[in-house]
């Protein structure tokens, strides 16, 4: 998945949500999810800034496409856990830029992503191994313990 992808996934996310909320939404706030330091625009990203910032707040902006992108998720998760695990994907790589859209996300969406695919394993399957490691190694120290207290004369 390329950034570009990965902005557009979000977004379409973040339109659906607001018309099954009801809540208007403009193709300048949709654009303005594009917004990027460090990758690919559609358009110059100066003449988008100065456009937005003459027409909206941007806190109010953030809040309003943040609630969205909670709810979508939430979504997501009970519809269709594919398009759940798209959402990781595209967070994930976008997690490697400076991109609009995680702002408008919000770190605990990127935090569980990322937590998720460390090394490619899920963060349980990661756990497991340390709990594991940690019996071993107690299991280990134990014998040697009562093996060295054995060899002691009386």
């Not at 594009?34 to 109010?60: C, K, Q, R, V």
Request: contains cysteine; glycine residues 6%.
């Amino acid at each position: 998945m390329t950034d570009l992808e990965a902005r557009d996934f979000l977004v379409h996310q973040a339109l659906e949500q607001a018309a099954l909320e009801r809540v208007p939404f403009s193709d300048l706030e949709r654009r303005m999810m594009y917004f990027t330091e460090s990758g690919e625009m559609p358009e110059d990203l100066l003449e988008l800034n100065a456009a937005f910032e003459a027409e909206y707040d941007s806190a109010e902006y953030e809040n309003k496409v943040a609630k969205l992108m909670r709810q979508a998720l939430v979504r997501l998760k009970k519809e269709s856990p594919s398009s759940a695990r798209d959402w990781e994907d595209a967070v994930l790589q976008l997690s490697k830029g400076d991109h609009y859209v995680l702002l408008l996300i919000g770190d605990t969406s990127i935090g569980y992503a990322k937590r998720q695919k460390l090394f490619g394993w899920s963060f349980q399957k990661l756990l497991g191994i340390g709990i594991l490691i940690l019996v071993v190694v107690m299991v280990v120290c134990v014998a040697i313990v009562h093996n060295a207290e054995s060899g002691l004369p009386q």
